[in-house]
């Protein structure tokens, strides 16, 4: 819209991530990674910590810097699904509110990386990506034990499939409205592309190409790298990069960016599903918009 301003709704936290609107009672979740907690903000209340410790319950101190959740999301029967970068879990939060269940931490017997973000298809599977930001040492880490980086399919009935080990830092994804794309971003920053690729009747995908490359923006010291996206009814994405969020139309085009001056990590739909939330550093925006998002 005209003279639209972006809203500052918290600040102060260490690194925020993974915002997701509750719909049923209206309220916004976001993970605040290093301080290993889940954070709740509703219009007229404020902030409040919904759960903490998230991502990691361990014994034993974390030696790293990310040990919380990430990527956030709601399943189709309302709960919630959390990527554990201490845990090295994808996991489901039950309608008790308080029993976890483990969806995948293993691919062929080895534990996973550290899932990052996760976004579910209208069939019920399940697209998540696994990086190394949550292992203390990163790609160095003693206790890794897969030697890639991959982006996986659990699917309704609960078998993880590897789709691609290609990326070297997948980070978000997302579908385009008619499922037939999927985007994925990589964090890396000698390559700061966002891949798309096409998705076959049997959930797998293929056709992988550069759907737009910041590699540049990202040498220019531009604040973030490619991250957490969602897509608005229309097909065009709203991606958090080098910049801010930048704005793309579902053929590649870059219409504009969200200037934020910070590195900018995620952003969920909510409300209406005009109002865009954006995770800025240490940070909660939004911005109201004149489109809607994917669902709303």
């Keep these: 819209p005209a003279n639209v301003k972006v809203e500052k709704l918290v600040d102060g936290h260490q690194w925020v991530e993974g915002p997701v609107w509750n719909r049923k009672e209206g309220y916004m979740l976001f993970s605040d990674i290093p301080n290993n907690a889940i954070i709740k903000w509703q219009e007229g209340k404020g902030e409040s910590v919904f759960m903490q410790p998230a991502g990691y319950t361990g014994k034993e101190p974390f030696t790293g810097r990310e040990p919380g959740t990430n990527g956030l999301t709601y399943d189709s029967q309302g709960r919630l699904v959390a990527c554990e970068h201490g845990a090295r879990r994808v996991s489901r939060l039950e309608a008790d509110g308080k029993t976890k269940t483990t969806l995948a931490d293993k691919y062929n017997g080895k534990r996973l990386n550290s899932p990052n973000d996760l976004v579910y298809k209208s ?8 990086p190394i930001y ?47 794309k999927l985007y994925v971003a990589s964090s890396d920053p000698d390559k700061a592309i966002w891949m798309v690729y096409d998705t076959q009747p049997d959930g797998t995908i293929a056709n992988g190409k550069v759907f737009f490359d910041a590699t540049a923006w990202a040498k220019e010291k531009r604040p ?16 958090t990069g080098p910049g801010g969020v930048l704005v793309f139309s579902s053929d ?4 504009g960016t969200f200037d934020t001056g910070v590195p900018t990590s995620n952003v969920g739909w909510g409300e209406d599903g005009s109002t865009l939330y954006i995770t800025a550093n240490t940070a909660l925006l939004r911005v109201k918009l004149n489109t809607k998002g994917l669902g709303f």
Excluded at 158 to 166: I, P, V
Excluded at 252 to 255: I, Q, T, V
Aim: proline share 7%; hydrophobic share 30%.
């Design 134 to 180: 949550g292992l203390p040492k990163g790609a160095e880490d003693p206790a890794r034990e897969l030697d890639f980086c991959g982006v996986y399919r659990l699917s309704k009935e609960g078998k993880l499939t590897l789709l691609t080990k290609e990326i070297t830092r997948p980070n978000g994804i997302a579908f385009s409205p008619d499922e037939k």
């Design 123 to 130: 069939n019920g599977d399940l697209y998540f990506t696994d």
């Design 224 to 239: 973030g790298l490619p991250d957490g996206m969602k897509v608005d009814k229309d097909g065009n994405l709203f991606a």
């Design 252 to 255: 590649g085009k870059h219409l």
